[in-house]
């Protein structure tokens, strides 16, 4: 058999220029300084053939890493040639681009080859189809950015204590009166494989607001109910749960109002053994939301340990990157907002945790971007999917230019984080007109649209009201 395989590999190969094509995917625009997170990636490919990496060079920096997110990623004798099989597996490339860098115009190639086959392959036309020694490759262009500086708050010049925030009295009447409604029993049982009930998008954590915003302990009791089913839920997996499913903040809270350690071993459990904290293959942006999760519960990892989590810098690189392939490069192939919204909290998380002074660009590009993009009628509505019906949003599925105004409160933060940040007035205003209008479809009808519109709103109205230190930007 594997004289018929080389023989039809053989006959193959002097007649196919290219058989299979090669991509270079991720960011394109990087500080000096920092990390540059890559996926060389082919197209889909039968699982039973072998690649190898033969080529990978840039004038940018130091290639630091190759991981291969298949199963397999054997390197040859000398170290430098990867192996691996094909079902579109992508190899990551991480590439330290050192600060000296002068800021301007780079690339990165790769080549990679056609092996041959680790077993038959299921249709005789794929045997046929790929010739051992081809090869394909693939370069892209990098834009070197000077050193980021590091910023921090430079407070608005005064509150704009005379314009209270449109829409709080509403948001407020609505936080008790569906907190009523969506507050578990104290015999209800949670399905965690049921998305649209109230312990999914952090429920624990949206009643533990509730129950410090109105001093009324009854809420931390909802919060417990939940906090304590998931906790139980998260420990039984080992915490190798599905990414879209991973909520640490309100395990941290509960543990720090009860001093139980289950709270505690349950989020350091996501953090660590979750699918995504072990896995290198986020660097696309359709990936946003689950880094951004990943990041959140990576982040809860050091509030509650004092120690960085090791793969905490590489989610922010990534959804740093996902950012640049929306709205600066143009790369991407997914883009919902209520993605860049957990984008966004996670990156700010981070900032209130390090000051890395990147984040606050990036929040900007973003708000600006998606105020150009993903919101209409001066910021009174939003779409799901801003792109229309096509590549990039399918019709069936993708809610394309599809108005989710029950979203906004995934984005409506952001804006008064930054308006705190910087005292610039007109992400005061957009944000007031976000915020206000969020509430105006109905959200009754499920616990998961409660919490996904109360988890983090709490933060704008804290952002919007509260005075920040006046400390000046580096």
């Given at each position: 058999?594997?004289?018929?395989?080389?023989?039809?590999?053989?006959?193959?190969?002097?007649?196919?220029?290219?058989?299979?094509?090669?991509?270079?995917?991720?960011?394109?625009?990087?500080?000096?300084?920092?990390?540059?997170?890559?996926?060389?990636?082919?197209?889909?490919?039968?699982?039973?053939?072998?690649?190898?990496?033969?080529?990978?060079?840039?004038?940018?920096?130091?290639?630091?890493?190759?991981?291969?997110?298949?199963?397999?990623?054997?390197?040859?004798?000398s170290g430098s040639a990867i192996t691996w099989g094909g079902a579109g597996y992508p190899i990551i490339a991480q590439i330290n681009v050192p600060e000296s860098t002068l800021p301007g115009e780079y690339s990165v190639k790769a080549a990679v080859t056609f092996q041959g086959w680790s077993a038959v392959p299921a249709s005789s036309s794929d045997a046929a189809k790929y010739g051992i020694g081809d090869r394909a490759e693939a370069s892209l262009a990098i834009t070197v950015r000077p050193p980021v500086a590091s910023k921090i708050a430079v407070a608005p010049a005064s509150l704009p204590d005379s314009v209270p925030i449109p829409g709080v009295v509403r948001w407020e009447a609505l936080a008790t009166q569906l907190g009523a409604k969506w507050c578990p029993t104290e015999t209800a049982v949670l399905a965690f494989g049921v998305e649209n009930q109230v312990w999914y998008y952090d429920g624990a954590r949206?009643?533990?607001?509730?129950?410090?915003?109105?001093?009324?302990?009854?809420?931390?009791?909802?919060?417990?109910?939940?906090?304590?089913?998931?906790?139980?839920?998260?420990?039984?997996?080992?915490?190798?749960?599905?990414?879209?499913?991973?909520?640490?903040?309100?395990?941290?809270?509960?543990?720090?109002?009860?001093?139980?350690?289950?709270?505690?071993?349950?989020?350091l459990l996501l953090a660590t053994n979750g699918r995504y904290s072990k896995s290198f293959s986020a660097v696309r942006a359709l990936n946003m939301r689950e880094a951004a999760y990943a990041l959140n519960?990576?982040?809860?990892?050091?509030?509650?340990?004092?120690?960085?989590?090791?793969?905490?810098?590489?989610?922010?690189?990534?959804?740093?990157?996902?950012?640049?392939?929306?709205?600066?490069?143009?790369?991407?192939?997914?883009?919902?907002?209520?993605?860049?919204?957990?984008g966004l909290e996670a990156l700010i998380?981070?900032?209130?945790?390090?000051?890395?002074?990147r984040v606050p660009d990036t929040v900007k590009l973003v708000l600006d971007?998606?105020?150009?993009?993903?919101?209409?009628?001066?910021?009174?509505?939003?779409?799901?999917?801003?792109?229309?019906?096509?590549?990039?949003?399918?019709?069936?599925?993708?809610?394309?230019?599809?108005?989710?105004?029950?979203?906004?409160?995934?984005?409506?933060?952001?804006?008064?984080?930054?308006?705190?940040?910087?005292?610039?007035?007109?992400?005061?205003?957009?944000?007031?007109?976000?915020?206000?209008?969020?509430?105006?479809?109905?959200?009754?009808?499920?616990?998961?649209?409660?919490?996904?519109?109360?988890k983090w709103s709490y933060d704008y109205v804290r952002w919007r009201t509260v005075p920040p230190p006046r400390v000046l930007i580096d």
């Open positions: 058999m594997r004289t018929l395989l080389l023989i039809l590999a053989a006959a193959t190969a002097a007649a196919s220029a290219q058989t299979f094509h090669l991509a270079l995917a991720g960011c394109q625009n990087v500080y000096a300084g920092q990390k540059l997170f890559l996926a060389i990636e082919t197209d889909v490919l039968p699982a039973t053939a072998r690649l190898q990496l033969t080529e990978i060079t840039t004038d940018i920096g130091r290639v630091a890493s190759l991981v291969c997110v298949a199963k397999e990623c054997p390197r040859d004798a949206v009643y533990f607001q509730l129950a410090d915003r109105t001093k009324d302990p009854k809420w931390t009791e909802c919060a417990l109910r939940i906090a304590r089913q998931y906790r139980d839920y998260v420990l039984s997996s080992g915490g190798g749960i599905i990414q879209n499913r991973v909520f640490t903040k309100g395990l941290r809270m509960a543990f720090e109002r009860t001093g139980d350690t289950g709270f505690r071993d349950a989020a519960a990576m982040v809860d990892y050091e509030r509650i340990t004092g120690i960085r989590h090791p793969e905490a810098e590489r989610y922010v690189d990534y959804l740093i990157g996902h950012f640049d392939q929306i709205f600066v490069s143009d790369t991407y192939t997914l883009h919902q907002s209520f993605y860049d919204g957990l998380d981070w900032y209130d945790l390090t000051m890395d002074g971007g998606m105020w150009q993009i993903c919101f209409v009628n001066d910021g009174a509505q939003m779409y799901y999917n801003p792109d229309p019906a096509g590549p990039r949003c399918d019709a069936a599925t993708g809610g394309c230019r599809k108005l989710a105004s029950e979203l906004m409160n995934l984005v409506a933060p952001a804006f008064a984080w930054y308006w705190r940040l910087t005292g610039d007035e007109t992400y005061q205003q957009r944000g007031d007109a976000v915020f206000s209008h969020a509430l105006d479809t109905d959200i009754s009808y499920s616990g998961k649209i409660y919490s996904e519109n109360y």
